[in-house]
C-alpha cells in the first residue's frame, strides 16, 4: 500500500471518528444528564456533561460540537471525494484556523469550569493529527508557511470573536443554555 493512501486513509478515519465524536457530544448537549451521568464523566476533574452543557459550550446558540459535525463533515468529504494538494492545503488550513477557537474553550474548560471534556479534547487531537498529515501529504513548501502563518493569526483571531461573544453573553458558566435546537433530543 502507497504512503499517500495511507495518509488518506487516516485523515478518513480520524475524520470520521471526530464527526461522531461531535455527534455524540451534540447529542449530550441536549439530551437530560443520564443518572451517574455520562461514560466520559469520570469525576469533578473530568466531565463532559459539565463542560458540555456549560454556557461556554454554544456559540450564539449553537452547539460547539454542532461545528464540530460540520467540519469534520467537510474533511470527510474533501478527503474521499476531492483528494488533492489543494484540498489537502485547505484543510491543513482551515484546521489551523478552528483550533484557535477550539484550545481557548480548552484554556475556559481548564480556568474557568475547573472540569476538562474527554471527548472535546479528544477532538482537538484528531484535529491535529489530520493537520500533520494534511501538512505532510501537501508538502509544507506546496501549502506555503505564509499562509500556516496567517492562519495562525486567523486562529487567535477567530479565539477572540469567540472569547468576545462569551464575555458578552455569559453571565453565569454553569447555566444550562436554553436553545431552540432541544425539542430534538426531549420529544
Same mark, same amino acid.
Given at each position: 500500500?502507497?504512503?499517500?493512501?495511507?495518509?488518506?486513509?487516516?485523515?478518513?478515519?480520524?475524520?470520521?471518528? $471526530?464527526? =461522531?465524536?461531535? !455527534?455524540? %457530544?451534540?447529542?449530550?448537549?441536549?439530551?437530560?444528564?443520564?443518572?451517574?451521568? /455520562?461514560?466520559?464523566?469520570?469525576?469533578?476533574?473530568?466531565?463532559c456533561d459539565l463542560v458540555n452543557k456549560s454556557a461556554y459550550s454554544e456559540f450564539l446558540g449553537i452547539p460547539m460540537a454542532a461545528f464540530g459535525v460540520v467540519y469534520f463533515g467537510v474533511i470527510v468529504v474533501l478527503s474521499i471525494?476531492?483528494?488533492?494538494? $489543494?484540498? =489537502?492545503?485547505? !484543510?491543513? %488550513?482551515?484546521?489551523?484556523?478552528?483550533?484557535?477557537?477550539?484550545?481557548?474553550? /480548552?484554556?475556559?474548560?481548564?480556568?474557568?469550569?475547573?472540569?476538562?471534556?474527554?471527548l472535546c479534547e479528544s477532538s482537538k487531537t484528531l484535529m491535529v493529527l489530520i493537520t500533520i498529515l494534511a501538512?505532510?501529504?501537501?508538502?509544507?513548501?506546496?501549502v506555503g508557511v505564509q499562509k500556516i502563518i496567517i492562519a495562525i493569526a486567523a486562529a487567535l483571531a477567530f479565539a477572540g470573536v469567540v472569547y468576545f461573544v462569551h464575555s458578552l453573553t455569559i453571565t453565569d458558566p454553569l447555566i444550562i443554555p436554553e436553545s431552540p435546537f432541544r425539542f430534538l433530543i426531549n420529544n
Open positions: 500500500m502507497k504512503t499517500g493512501n495511507v495518509i488518506r486513509g487516516s485523515i478518513i478515519v480520524a475524520s470520521l471518528l $471526530g464527526m =461522531l465524536t461531535m !455527534i455524540y %457530544l451534540v447529542y449530550l448537549h441536549y439530551a437530560p444528564v443520564p443518572e451517574g451521568g /455520562s461514560f466520559c464523566d469520570i469525576g469533578e476533574a473530568f466531565s471525494f476531492y483528494y488533492t494538494p $489543494g484540498a =489537502l492545503s485547505f !484543510i491543513a %488550513l482551515f484546521l489551523i484556523v478552528l483550533l484557535g477557537p477550539s484550545l481557548y474553550l /480548552s484554556v475556559i474548560s481548564k480556568t474557568v469550569l475547573k472540569s476538562m471534556c474527554i501538512l505532510y501529504a501537501a508538502g509544507v513548501r506546496n
